[in-house]
Nanobody, 122 residues
């Protein structure tokens, strides 16, 4: 059974940093891609960043380019989202997701984590 478990969320002041982790288990992910999404209260879920397990090519939403970095550690089956220069508008529940094939920015991922809250105070 595939499990994605996020951690690392919390409360931080504007301009600060957080690193989210997503530990994946239950299958071989070499042909999968991983995505980070977020959903703020009253808003639709949006794509934040994506990465291919094999090769490590990365993708970012325009709103986070230059501030967020997605990476993966194949030995630990873990994907990270380093978030720097955080803004109040980054406040949301952040979800890790996995799908076979290519990165897409829509929500058509097969597996989802439970989410972790990120709150950025002004």
């Amino acid at each position: 059974q595939v499990q994605l478990v996020e951690s690392g969320g919390g409360l931080v002041q504007a301009g600060g940093s957080l690193r989210l982790s997503c530990a994946a288990s239950g299958r071989t992910f070499s042909s999968y891609v991983m995505g980070w999404f977020r959903q703020a209260p009253g808003k639709e879920r949006e794509f934040v960043a994506g990465i291919r397990w094999s090769g490590g090519r990365t993708y970012y939403a325009d709103s986070v380019k230059g501030r967020f970095t997605i990476s993966r550690d194949n030995t630990k089956n873990t994907v990270y989202l380093q978030m720097n220069s955080l803004k109040p508008e980054d406040t949301a529940v952040y979800y890790c997701a996995a799908k076979f094939g290519v990165v897409v920015t829509t929500g058509e991922y097969e597996y989802w984590g439970q989410g972790t809250q990120v709150t950025v105070s002004s």
